[in-house]
């Protein structure tokens, strides 16, 4: 099965140090109620429909039509195969300015890990052209696959979502006993990663899931890699629910309460994590 790739986001500035491209790879093993990118679920291509852009010219009711044939491009398909060839010119397009702002490429998704052939294949050629390398991932994957990845990468970003394992397999489908085991070993072998919460006001944000954050991460801190990085407070946003409604699926469909978090609820977040030690920082 082809990997596909849903977007190439250029002169992204959060995903990473510097000026970076972000290549978001289709596919992952979590279903977060509150994702951003719904659109990555699924490794198969997918029509998407903006209505906003529909003029209902009526070009769709044709039986010969292809979403090509939309004049507004109100449709399109998300998800798309790259040569490696392919990949590498549209990286090597911003190459001047990645390495002015000490920036390079990060692999995103969806879960990169979830393809960790492909990835290794764009991680070894990128390191072949001397680009920094980044993941962002949620580190649900075999500790072996974690290890081969770490071998190719400078620098992972974690997203740390829930300490209890029921709640989180409650909200993303999955436990995360996994994802803890591979941050100690991230720590363990002295990696370079960053840990990101996003906070979300009824999911993620009480008191007592953030002591038990601050707790875990704490205890890996004597890790020289662990202390290397600040950890990132990432408000949550429901941009989700517009990608929800172009590919005409249900944002959140049991309706849990979440919320962004106020200015005081992220402050709270950000002193029980430093009452630990640790380097905190708010936003990307």
Known sequence: METLIFDIKRYAINDGPGIRTTIFLKGCPLRCVWCHNPESWSTEPQELFKQSKCIRCGTCSLSNFTVEDCPTMAREICGRAYTMEELMTEIEKERAIMEDSGG??????????????YSLEILKELGRRVFHRTVDTSLYAPQEMVEAIA???????VDLKLMDSERHRLYTGVGNEL???NIRFLAERQAQFSIRIPIIEGINADEGNIEATAQFLSSITHHPSSITH???????????????????????????????????????????????GLEVIIGG
């Open 104 to 117: 390079g490429v990060t692999l995103c998704g969806g879960e990169p890990l979830m393809h960790p052939s």
């Open 151 to 157: 071998n190719e990468c400078e620098l992972f970003l």
């Open 179 to 181: 994802i803890l085991q």
């Open 230 to 276: 600040p950890i990132h407070l990432l408000p949550y946003h429901d941009v989700g629910k517009d990608k929800h409604r172009r590919m005409g699926t249900t944002f959140n469909p049991n309706g849990y309460p979440m919320a962004a978090p106020s200015e005081e609820t992220l402050q709270r977040c950000k002193q029980q994590l430093e009452a630990k």
